[in-house]
């Protein structure tokens, strides 16, 4: 069988896969968060925080519990790292420095997982587990619960009250996230991925000489990193490494993981609105999106333009060549259509187009499909924007689901969809300007500046994921992109709950003759279009001399 048959076959699987669960599973979602029945696990978690399960906050009280709990999330994150000495299991590991700590710890607790240090050297495996593993759920849960937070805004009527953050955050955890990344942590063992508690296994190579393989709890991270839409990994070569990721079928799990929420919370947000015809108009623009890409990836790298990848027959340096070009450029759009940051290939080594592919998955907002939660809030975002431009062009004010969209709505959405922009061009800007960044920098030119902007649109969108050429462990790096971690996640996250809160309040109007329908192929053509043009016109600049420029070249 062909590389590329081999692809097409693990696409196939996987569109089947995520088909038959899609409709159980995203109508199970729509329970979870709307069930009056709490779990005893659950109550005890109430008493714990002191907190009554059974009352509703307004968008102010749940953003604060947002922020509160991220950012006490943040402090004990990095107090682990700096005590790490006198931990369990750190094998003589010492304390993690400040930067490299603070930019860990906003990392992690932000849904990013951007990593600056070798992990397998760095940290012991109680801080992987009790720190990093314990935040890859939270984070998400975090996310999925400011995403159904929207949702109930726009399916309420006169009601301020958008949920508890503290149940949705619980349930995201106790019902979702946990039982599955279990399940799948036994599937990941059973295909040969590595679970243990050693620090290594002491082997002879070849040449004779004594050496160590590292190894961890690796399976049970992976599990929940994927499923998460985080992307950290114990190991630093991450899902690219043989005890992360073993074989194609394994492959097919981890990516099956990492789109398998974002994809079925379309259809939670067509049966909580109470038309699934919505969701399914959402779904479709982010199917077409992923598909889009996906063949490009396919494209560029199985039609290289340089004398090594021609000689080669495709751009395979920095693919495992279990994996090869396809599942590797599947890997690749699943992971940066998401926010998972997590690689089974070296980004840094793809064609220019190639390459620049993933880089705009980050730059349309991650929307194709997202990240856990976030994913489907941002491209509700993105649709409001769309009807505002459709109302402004026919003189109507505009509405969705019922929902007039006034000044405060369209403001809302608009700083969400803003704050990414201003933080990845300011950041890319700033380092640019100094002269260390060029001194971190492997390649010069077209490919640099791609370098470093793909670090940025990496932690502004919360993905993690890197083109490996840039050295960003300098104190500039770890704080710029801390900040541009924290500003990235918290900002439109506001920006949403605000939105909801406003929405919330509103009574629903009926449907009238000028109302434009959400449902159908003219507005999903439209969102699409949306999506593509503030991208376009917010990086066509940046991208034309990074990427675009290298693929002329």
Excluded: C
């Excluded at 082997?203 to 839409?229: C, F, N, R, Y």
């Amino acid at each position: 069988m062909s590389p590329l048959s081999v692809g097409l076959v693990q696409a196939g699987l996987l569109v089947l896969v995520i088909a038959a669960v899609h409709r159980p599973f995203g109508d199970y979602l729509a329970h979870v968060y709307t069930s009056d029945r709490h779990w005893r696990v659950e109550r005890a978690v109430y008493r714990l925080v002191r907190v009554d399960g059974d009352s509703r906050q307004r968008w102010a009280g749940y953003a604060a519990g947002v922020l509160g709990f991220s950012f006490a999330s943040i402090v004990l994150l990095y107090l682990l790292q700096r005590l790490q000495p006198w931990l369990p299991l750190s094998f003589g590991r010492g304390p993690v420095d400040p930067a490299t700590a603070f930019n860990t710890a906003v990392s992690f607790a932000t849904n990013t997982n951007w990593q600056s240090y070798v992990p397998e050297q760095t940290l012991g495996h109680t801080a992987q587990m009790a720190g990093l593993t314990v935040q890859n759920f939270v984070s998400a849960a975090v996310g999925m619960a400011v995403a159904i937070a929207l949702v109930r805004g726009f399916a309420a009527s006169a009601d301020e009250r958008i949920g508890n953050v503290w149940v949705d955050i619980t349930r995201g955890v106790t019902r979702v996230l946990l039982p599955i990344a279990f399940a799948a942590a036994v599937l990941l063992v059973a295909l040969g991925g590595a679970m243990s508690l050693a620090a290594g296994i002491h082997v002879v190579g070849l040449d004779g000489h004594a050496h160590t393989i590292a190894t961890a709890p690796v399976a049970s991270q992976e599990a929940i990193k994927e499923l998460g839409t985080n992307g950290g990994g114990v190991l630093n070569a991450n899902s690219a490494h043989p005890f992360a990721n073993p074989d194609g079928a394994s492959n097919l799990l981890e990516v099956f993981l990492i789109l398998v929420i974002p994809i079925s919370l379309t259809r939670t947000f067509g049966t909580l609105v109470g038309d699934r015809r919505q969701g399914r108009a959402l779904l479709s623009v982010m199917v077409a999106l992923m598909s889009l890409t996906l063949a490009a990836v396919w494209w560029a790298e199985s039609h290289p333009n340089g004398p090594a990848t021609l000689a080669a027959g495709s751009a395979l340096e920095g693919k495992e060549t279990r994996f090869g070009v396809f599942l590797s450029g599947l890997f690749a759009v699943a992971t940066t259509g998401t926010s998972t940051g997590a690689v089974n290939s070296m980004h840094d080594s793809y064609t220019g187009l190639g390459g620049g592919v993933p880089l705009l998955n980050m730059l349309i907002g991650e929307v194709a499909p997202g990240g856990v939660g976030a994913g489907l809030y941002g491209i509700l975002v993105l649709a409001v924007i769309a009807v505002f431009l459709a109302g402004l062009m026919v003189g109507r004010t505009p509405e969705y689901l019922g929902k007039k969209l006034g000044r405060r709505e369209v403001t809302a959405a608009a700083v969400s969809v803003l704050a990414m922009p201003v933080v990845v061009l300011l950041g890319t800007g700033t380092a640019l300007a100094l002269p260390d960044t060029r001194q971190a920098m492997t390649n010069g030119g077209p490919h640099g500046l791609s370098e470093v902007l793909y670090a940025f649109a990496s932690a502004g969108n919360n993905n993690g994921s890197a083109f490996g050429g840039l050295t960003a462990t300098s104190d500039f790096f770890q704080a710029a992109l801390g900040v541009a971690m924290l500003l990235g996640r918290f900002v439109p996250m506001l920006a949403v709950l605000m939105l909801a809160g406003s929405v919330a309040r509103q009574r629903r109007v009926a449907e009238t003759a000028g109302t434009l329908p959400t449902t159908g192929p003219l507005f999903a053509g439209l969102l699409g279009g949306t999506v593509v043009l503030v991208a376009a016109l917010t990086f066509l600049p940046a991208l034309a001399l990074g990427p675009i420029a290298e693929a002329l070249a």
